[in-house]
């Protein structure tokens, strides 16, 4: 803020009427700006505690509790869809050079379906034959078949005895 001197006021009083009602009126004006910018900032300070208490009810938000989601597997099939099914084992000339290692990387085990058509880790059932029992498509066949599943079995007189049927397979969504 500025300091107006003593002979400075002297000077100002030496006006005429007419300069003095100018002052006068100038700094009315200025007066007049001024007042709407200290007003227009408690409307930013208004702004910016309303956005605070939007983020704080956010940030609750976050911590309630809404119940359970469903699971999953209470969906249905994606689709069901008849295809030719065979059985293989892990045994060299059934498989590659590492017959115990599926295309995915993972090992063999009951539940472990190869399938061409379909992605790696999809969820199938095989209601007719297994019940609720889940496959998951970890192996891939030889390219030649193509819509047709092989389902790894650990014994190899289980595979002979499955042979080749047409089954009913429900494909599940992939989450």
């Not at 496959?135 to 030889?142: H, L, Q, S, T």
């Not at 002979?160 to 969504?173: A, D, L």
């Amino acid at each position: 803020m500025k300091y107006i001197s003593l002979k400075e006021v002297i000077k100002v009083t030496k006006k005429s009427p007419i300069e003095c009602a100018l002052i006068g009126l100038i700094t009315f004006a200025l007066a007049y700006v001024v007042l709407p910018i200290e007003a227009s900032a408690s409307v930013d300070l208004d702004y910016t505690n309303q956005a605070l208490a939007l983020e704080i009810d956010a940030i609750q938000n976050n911590f309630r509790k809404y119940g359970e989601l469903p699971a999953s597997d209470l969906r249905g099939p994606a689709y069901t869809i008849t295809v030719p099914a065979t059985a293989y084992n892990s045994l060299p000339w059934q498989t590659d050079d590492t017959p115990f290692i599926t295309a995915s990387g993972t090992t063999t085990r009951h539940g472990v379906l190869a399938a061409n058509f379909l992605p790696i880790g999809t969820r199938v059932k095989i209601p007719e034959i297994y019940g609720d029992d889940i496959f998951i498509v970890e192996d891939r066949m030889n390219s030649r078949y193509w819509e047709r599943v092989d389902i790894w079995m650990e014994e190899y007189d289980d595979a002979i005895e499955f042979g080749y049927q047409n089954i009913n397979i429900e494909v599940y969504p992939n989450q």
